[in-house]
T-cell receptor
Framework: EDQVTQSPEALRLQEGESSSLNCSYT??????LFWYRQDPGKGPEFLFT???AGEEKEKERLKATLTKKESFLHITAPKPEDSATYLC??????????FGTGTRLLVSP | DADVTQTPRNRITKTGKRIMLECSQT?????MYWYRQDPGLGLRLIYY???????NKGEISDGYSVSRQAQAKFSLSLESAIPNQTALYFC??????????FGPGTRLTVL
């Protein structure tokens, strides 16, 4: 069965305290992995797409990496505005995404 | 203006009522999707459409139906709403590279 598991479910950081979010998957026919950010009451917003093991993408304080079994979203020196739920999704077949349940991140000043 | 819009944004209804949620997009994409989001369960695919003549069931289509009126419009209907359909509903479109763009969501409460 296709599964995408994100950990931890929730993470509380102090401003400036770096950490990583994990997304592990067991999906046959993987064609890519997506990271989204979701703010309360809003739709997910695209952050990164990764297609092959070893690939890395960066945007401001965020860096996403991919291995054959999992992806990490590294957050360096986070700020309160980075507080959100981060969703991981795996692209299966033609245009279908399988989502994880997300990691709720809270960054305190 | 938003690329993907959903109406209504909030709806409270009663068990047994018929409800339609509407989605419009200005991105020119052929592919459109309906998801529901529940706490602890993440986003789950209800229906998807790869073009106006193509409609496919997702993992949780029971109790729902859809209509693709045009390339830009994709509606989700609950023929007879029940309380466990209370959730946040999202419409999305995708580009040829499978990147999905989401609407702002509709919060539906079934009493």
């Amino acid at each position: 069965e296709d599964q995408v598991t994100q950990s931890p479910e929730a993470l509380r950081l102090q401003e400036g305290e770096s950490s990583s979010l994990n997304c592990s998957y067991t999906v046959s026919g993987l064609r890519g992995l997506f990271w989204y950010r979701q703010d309360p009451g809003k739709g997910p917003e695209f952050l990164f797409t990764l297609y092959s093991a070893g690939e890395e993408k960066e945007k401001e304080r965020l860096k996403a990496t991919l291995t054959k079994k999992e992806s990490f979203l590294h957050i360096t020196a986070p700020k309160p505005e980075d507080s959100a739920t981060y969703l991981c999704a795996v692209l299966k077949g033609f245009q279908k995404l399988v989502f994880g349940t997300g990691t709720r991140l809270l960054v305190s000043p | 203006d938003a690329d993907v819009t959903q109406t209504p944004r909030n709806r409270i209804t009663k068990t047994g009522k018929r409800i339609m949620l509407e989605c419009s997009q200005t991105k020119g994409h052929d592919r459109m999707y309906w998801y529901r989001q529940d706490p602890g369960l993440g986003l789950r695919l209800i229906y998807y459409s790869f073009d106006v003549k193509d409609i496919n069931k997702g993992e949780i289509s029971d109790g729902y139906s859809v209509s693709r009126q045009a390339q830009a419009k994709f509606s989700l209907s609950l023929e007879s709403a029940i309380p466990n359909q209370t959730a946040l509903y999202f419409c999305a479109t995708s580009d040829p590279g499978a990147l999905q763009f989401f609407g702002p969501g509709t919060r539906l409460t079934v009493l």
